[in-house]
Each structure stands twice: as structure tokens, then as C-alpha cells.
């Protein structure tokens, strides 16, 4: 069965990855712009992106799909994608063997990253960590625990406080 929220969290994260890159490629053609010109075109590019990519990460987190390093991963591993796409149909440059192959081992190391094969397969004990629960809220185990406050003994006492006596008098300070 189709998981909508997985659905939704990686379509918005395509469309925010294209918009990006197409952001950055879209001032490439132009050979003699300036650096203001090229900013001034990618800049809304980057605003959109913004947004998709923010509402992606936002149910992400919502719905624990991924951590945020699988995130980063993610993201990289689709820009990384499109960066090839759009320098062979937008460039109409040459994507060399090793740029494919190396997107191979990128994708085969996100899936080993997400599916824990590796830990699996040697037995290594791993948690699920869920990020936030249902409402957005962190989840308990990220709270502090009882045992993590300051307990009653731990405070300073009357006696270590120092005295009046203990202070030094106006006649003890050097005079220059």
C-alpha cells in the first residue's frame, strides 16, 4: 500500500531539487552576465525551493521518515541526479561513465543507509530513532529524565558559602 505522507515528502522534495537546479543552471547560457544579473535571476529559484523543500522536511519529521542525516543524503543524492540530467538535455554536454557510476555507488550507499542491511547482516543492534511524534514534539526519550536534574545534595551548602568574615576589608586592598 502506498504510504501518502512518503509520497508527499518525496514529491516535494523532487520538485524543491528541481527548482534548485534549475536555479543554478538558468544563468548558464549567458556568457558575458554580470554577477548581480546571474544573482538577481536565481535568487527567486531559490526562494521557491525554499518553501517545497521546508514543507518536505516539515512532514519528514511530522511522520519520522527519515533522520535528518538520511535527509542530507537524500537531497545530494537527488541533486546529484539532476546535475547530470540537466547537463546532458540542458547543456548539451557529455556525462562521462565515471558520473554515472559514481551516482551508482551513491544510490546503492542512501539505500544500504536507510534499509540498515549492514546492520542486519553483521547483527548490530541499532535504534529506530523517531525524531517527533504526531504533534511535532519531540520524543521522550530526547527529554531530560528525573535522574538528569540536579539532586538536593547537589546544591551548595550554608557552609560553603562565603563568610562576611572571609571578605576582604577595605584597609587589606593595595592603595596606589
Known amino acids: 500500500m502506498l504510504n501518502i505522507h512518503l509520497a508527499l515528502y518525496w514529491g516535494l522534495m523532487i520538485i524543491a531539487a528541481i527548482i534548485s537546479t534549475w536555479g543554478t543552471f538558468v544563468s548558464l547560457p549567458y ?8 544573482i538577481k535571476m536565481a535568487l527567486p529559484f531559490a526562494w521557491v525551493d525554499w518553501i517545497f523543500l521546508t514543507l518536505a522536511i516539515h512532514i ?3 511522520h519520522s521518515l527519515a533522520t535528518p542525516l ?5 537531497i545530494t543524492m537527488l541533486k546529484f541526479f539532476l546535475i547530470m540530467l540537466f547537463t546532458k538535455y540542458y547543456l548539451h554536454s557529455k556525462i562521462s561513465r565515471s558520473d554515472v ?3 551508482v555507488i551513491v544510490f546503492i550507499a542512501y539505500m544500504l543507509n536507510v534499509s540498515n542491511t549492514i546492520s542486519h547482516y553483521f547483527g548490530i543492534q541499532h535504534e529506530k530513532k523517531d525524531i517527533m511524534d504526531s504533534n511535532g514534539k519531540p520524543k521522550e526519550a530526547d527529554k531530560p529524565k528525573e535522574s538528569d536534574k540536579p539532586k538536593e545534595s547537589d546544591k551548595p551548602k550554608e557552609s560553603d558559602k562565603p563568610k562576611e568574615s572571609d571578605k576582604p576589608k577595605e584597609s587589606d586592598k593595595p592603595s596606589h
Open 31 to 38: 556568457e558575458h552576465l554580470g554577477q548581480w544579473e546571474a
Open 60 to 62: 519528514g519529521n511530522q
Open 70 to 74: 538520511q535527509m542530507k543524503f537524500g
Open 101 to 103: 557510476i559514481g551516482f
